[in-house]
């Protein structure tokens, strides 16, 4: 059994037996806790950072997003293997996911788990924000984390 598969089974039982932890520790602080262990540690010179664009860029929807990285390998998510992970674009977000759980998925945090390394984005007119975050083979960000540096961009 996976170790995360491990975590979520025993947060199941846990649950089912009405146990609970120490009063002063909730269960999202132990699910936190038990998903910390499961952060994956990263290269010292790890670096993730948009290879086309830059902050303050003007573009015209749809447009073409490339995902720099250096110091680690992009593999499919699922893939145990050290110094590795995919990308995670996070948009018009003003702080990051937690980055000792599971990356949320849907429209304003993206997965590419495939181990994509681009992508077509079609935004609305206006200014937006992207971020990416580096998250190991389960989706949790690395030990220290890998995340760009958060760009505005304006979308014409």
């Known amino acids: 059994m ?12 846990t649950a089912a ?9 909730t269960d999202q602080d132990a699910a936190a806790t038990a998903m910390g ?14 290879a086309n664009l830059e902050n303050g860029d003007t573009v015209s929807s749809p447009f ?3 995902f720099g990285l250096e110091g680690m390998d992009v593999v499919p998510a ?5 110094y ?8 018009d977000q003003d702080e990051l996911p937690a980055l000792d759980m599971p990356i949320p998925a849907d429209s304003l ?31 949790i960000p690395h030990d220290p984390p890998v995340v ?6 304006t979308v014409e």
């Not at 262990?37 to 948009?50: E, M, Q, T, V, Y």
């Not at 699922?78 to 050290?82: D, L, N, P, Y």
């Not at 924000?129 to 083979?137: P, R």
């Not at 760009?148 to 961009?153: G, R, V």
């Open 148 to 153: 760009s540096e958060k760009i505005t961009i």
């Open 109 to 139: 945090h993206v997965h590419f788990g495939k181990g994509q390394t681009s992508t077509e984005l079609a935004l609305s007119p206006g200014q937006h924000t992207l971020q990416i975050v580096l998250g190991n083979h389960l989706h």
């Open 17 to 25: 037996c009405g146990q609970q932890e120490a009063p002063e520790m």
């Open 37 to 50: 262990d499961l952060r994956s540690p990263s290269a010292a010179d790890a670096r993730i950072f948009f």
């Open 2 to 13: 996976s170790r995360y598969a491990l975590v979520f089974a025993l947060l199941i039982s």
């Open 64 to 66: 073409n997003v490339e």
């Open 78 to 82: 699922g893939t145990e293997q050290e």
């Open 84 to 91: 590795s992970g995919h990308h995670h674009l996070i948009i």
